[in-house]
């Protein structure tokens, strides 16, 4: 089951990418669209095999690989990574259908967004400290040439810092990956929590700061944050939706089953660290994107306050913000997808992401009325506004968090408080007022526009308004984790 999630975009890529004869950019694009809802819908299958009641690891493959090396393709999920895999399958999905039906190079494209989406899927089922990292980097490839080659004009200069932070991070990872094993004196790179929590607590501080680091940069967290606005202004927007809404979350999802979950000693020591940076970084976040004028900047320095909301979580290390931490990584998945979304609408039709030039986009006869309505519901959703998702997540991760961590906690809420000051300006000045002369007679925005962002409504407020089904995927899970933290 969790094979074809892996192996199944790369025929996919492969099917694409060497068509017989030539191939046009809207065909291209109907076949990725197909291949892109299979596999969305082989992972909602999944669902009905997915006992969430279970601890354990569940779908487990397990096979010998480079049995010399101690590699080993070792697969399988629980309720920490469930929620992210059906993040991935209906955001890579949504990103194939927003793509740009006349693209250049549709071959390139779309085989690069199945080979990103095999990457990830492979990060979140990988079972082996060695298997992690081959995805964990290999997907710094497609990812990069996304932004590279189908980027904004300075898409060179974007990419390249992405690859180079993120490369850093895999050095940083590695070592402290093999630090485990062999100080741990591991018989090969299979994820044992046991052997891990066995090492002294001076072998394990280094370790875990070595895996903060690394996935500090991958979040990112600050002062490790400076590629991400450059990345999101430059990459285009279906990237942008998959950068926001899926990548960023290999870093929390790591922070959480390689650092919380294998070295609770350490952890535990750090904690109060970890509350300050989580607090340095919501409220740097925040005060950064009101300093913005360009919108999807604006929204690119959003995620790294809420990415800190995450941490502040996981340092609070109870039951309850263990799960608040993977809810908050669902509700600003589908949160930032649609912000993204509609932004990218905004400059397609307007031309401009500049909030002194954009004005009255609201206006029922000539601007975009909807996608106005669409982008006040999101900023809501995203400040936290009761019957959206982000109330659930948010409210979780304070309430969870203030008893451990007070004044971190509170600096956060004040940072989600500056949400809804920063997108208040962003709509008062983007959607408000007499509709600017420079953005007169816009062209109609088609379904295609519409659809992706009014599905991640529905869904924003459906979770909203019902979190039940979020809460039963990972509650037991998160659960054992606290148990088992408890016991270290």
Known sequence: MLSVLIWGPVFGAAAIAFWPG??????????????????????????????????????????????????????????????????????????????????????????????????????????????????????????????????????????????????????????????????????????????????????????????????????????????LPDAHVEASTPISVLLAGVLLKLGTYGLLKFGFALLPQAWQLLAPSLAIWAAISALYGALSAIAQTDMKKMVAFSSVAHMGYILLAAAAANSLSILAAVLQMVSHGLISALLFLLVGVVYKKTGTRDLNVLKGLLNPERGLALIGSLMILGVMASAGIPGAVGFVSEFLVFWSSFEAFPIPTLICMVGTGLTAVYYLLLVNRTFFGRLSDIVQDLPPVQWSDRIPAIALTILIIAFGLFPKPLVDWSETTTTALYQQFLVE
């Open 22 to 227: 030539e191939i046009k950019a809207e065909t291209a694009r109907q076949v990725a669209i197909a291949l892109g809802v299979l596999l969305l819908g082989w992972t909602v299958g999944i669902a009905w095999q997915f006992n969430p009641m279970q601890p354990e690891l569940q779908l487990t493959e397990t096979l010998p690989w480079l049995e010399a090396l101690g590699l080993t393709y070792n697969l399988g999920i629980d309720g920490l990574s469930f929620p992210l895999l059906l993040l991935n399958g209906l955001l890579t999905a949504i990103a194939i259908y927003s793509s740009d039906r006349k693209i250049q190079r549709p071959r390139l494209y779309y085989s690069l967004l199945f080979l990103l989406n095999s990457c990830v899927c492979g990060a979140f089922v990988a079972q082996d400290y060695l298997l992690f990292f081959l995805f964990y980097e290999l997907e710094l490839i497609p990812l990069y040439l996304l932004i590279a080659i189908w980027g904004g004009k300075r898409r060179g200069y974007a990419a390249t810092k992405f690859l180079i932070y993120t490369a850093i991070s895999g050095i940083a990872l590695l070592a402290s990956f093999l630090a485990i094993v062999w100080l741990g004196h591991a018989p090969d790179f299979s994820y044992a929590p046991e052997i891990a929590q066995t090492l002294p607590l001076g072998t394990q501080l280094p370790i875990l700061i070595g895996i903060l680091f690394a996935f500090g940069i991958k979040i990112p967290l600050v002062p490790f944050h400076t590629w």
